[in-house]
C-alpha cells in the first residue's frame, strides 16, 4: 500500500472550519499523481506518449472531521485494471495522526489519448510497470462493464 503525508493548511479547510471536501479531492489526486511518478509515469513519460489519466468517479464516504493543525496520511490502494491497462480503480483511505480512519474513497478512471482524445490501453512497457505493483486484498480484471456499473448517462437539453 502507498501512502502520502499531509498537513492540513487554512485553504484546506471550509466554513465548518475542517477539511473540506475540495481538499480530499486534491489530496487523492496529489496522491495518485505522487504514486504514478513514483512507477514511472512522470510528466516527460505521459507526453512522450501523448497520455493522461481521467477520472470517472469518485465515492467518497466521511467517518470524521480533520482540523489543521494535524497531520493526515492518505493511502492509494490498486483495486483493479483492466488486461490493457486502459481503466483503473484505486481505493484511498485517510487517516487522522491517532490512525484512525476518517474517510475512504473509491475511485475509477481510464486513460486518454491526448491526440484522439479517445480512451486507449496502455503501451505493453506502461502495462508492465503495472504488473510490478502490489494489488490491494480484492483486486479484480476490469472491463468496459466495469466503468458503467452505476449506469449514469448524459442527459442533454
Same mark, same amino acid.
Given at each position: 500500500?502507498?501512502?502520502? +503525508?499531509?498537513?492540513i493548511?487554512?485553504s +484546506?479547510?471550509?466554513a465548518n472550519r475542517?477539511?473540506?471536501n475540495?481538499?480530499?479531492i486534491?489530496?487523492?489526486?496529489?496522491?495518485?499523481?505522487?504514486f504514478?511518478?513514483?512507477?514511472?509515469?512522470?510528466?516527460?513519460?505521459?507526453?512522450?506518449?501523448?497520455?493522461?489519466p481521467?477520472?470517472?468517479?469518485?465515492?467518497v464516504?466521511y467517518? *470524521?472531521e480533520?482540523?489543521?493543525?494535524?497531520p493526515?496520511k492518505?493511502?492509494?490502494?490498486?483495486?483493479?485494471?483492466?488486461? +490493457?491497462? *486502459?481503466?483503473?480503480?484505486?481505493?484511498?483511505n485517510?487517516?487522522n495522526?491517532?490512525g484512525?480512519n476518517i474517510?475512504?474513497c473509491?475511485?475509477?478512471g481510464?486513460?486518454? +489519448?491526448l491526440?484522439?482524445r479517445?480512451?486507449?490501453?496502455?503501451?505493453?512497457?506502461?502495462?508492465?510497470k503495472?504488473?510490478?505493483i502490489?494489488?490491494?486484498e480484492?483486486?479484480?480484471?476490469?472491463? *468496459?462493464?466495469?466503468?458503467?456499473?452505476?449506469?449514469?448517462?448524459p442527459?442533454?437539453?
Open positions: 500500500m502507498y501512502f502520502k +503525508d499531509f498537513e493548511r487554512w +484546506d479547510v471550509d475542517h477539511l473540506a475540495s481538499a480530499y486534491n489530496f487523492m489526486s496529489h496522491t495518485r499523481m505522487a504514478l511518478i513514483e512507477q514511472g509515469f512522470d510528466h516527460k513519460t505521459m507526453a512522450t506518449q501523448e497520455i493522461g481521467v477520472v470517472f468517479y469518485e465515492h464516504y467517518f *470524521k480533520a482540523f489543521p493543525g494535524k493526515i492518505v493511502s492509494l490502494e490498486i483495486m483493479g485494471l483492466s488486461e +490493457d491497462g *486502459k481503466f483503473f480503480e484505486f481505493h484511498h485517510f487517516y495522526h491517532k484512525e474517510a475512504r473509491e475511485m475509477m481510464a486513460w486518454i +489519448d491526440k484522439t479517445k480512451l486507449t490501453g496502455l503501451t505493453e512497457e506502461l502495462l508492465n503495472f504488473s510490478e502490489e494489488k490491494g480484492h483486486f479484480k480484471v476490469l472491463t *468496459k462493464e466495469d466503468s458503467r456499473r452505476f449506469l449514469k448517462i442527459k442533454n437539453l
